[in-house]
């Protein structure tokens, strides 16, 4: 009987056990759920920015960038697309502060708010839509 023969294989049994925990512990874990956009505030987003990059006069408004161009992007598009169970933001490439649909210019800090953009060649505009309740 070699005992070195039997020691050597459990060495190796132990050192192919050792590897495959190391394996184990090295590969990624499980990813976890991550909350996805719902599909009525991707499609609602998808289109107004859409709806904007198709009309001219509304591509205009975000060129010129002043208050009646953003009550006109606001009027024509936004504010009939949006469902009543929703509030938004909207803000133009270059100008200070976000227009919202109740006047004011700050997202609210307890809500999940979801947000696209789209470039165009007149400039940026950024969509933050949220749940009011």
């Known amino acids: 009987m070699d005992k070195k ?4 294989t459990l060495e190796a049994i ?14 990624p874990k499980e990813t976890k759920n991550e909350a996805k956009v719902p599909e009525e505030v991707e499609l609602t987003m998808k289109k107004i920015l859409d709806g904007i990059q198709a009309k001219e006069d509304l591509r205009l408004a ?8 953003l009550t006109l992007l606001k009027n024509t598009i936004i504010n009939p697309l949006v469902p009543q169970a929703m509030s938004y933001c909207f803000w133009v490439s270059d ?3 976000k227009v919202c649909k109740d006047g ?5 800090s307890d809500k999940t708010i979801y947000t696209q ?17």
């Not at 953009?117 to 309740?133: A, C, N, P, Q, V």
């Open 104 to 108: 004011g210019s700050s997202l609210p």
């Open 14 to 27: 132990i050192a192919i056990v050792i590897i495959f925990g190391f394996i184990i512990s090295i590969l």
């Open 62 to 69: 975000v060129k010129i960038r002043d208050d009646v161009s």
């Open 5 to 8: 023969g039997y020691i050597r």
């Open 95 to 97: 100008i200070p502060n």
């Open 117 to 133: 953009s789209r470039f165009l060649k007149e400039g940026t505009i950024i969509l933050y839509l949220w749940y009011i309740d």
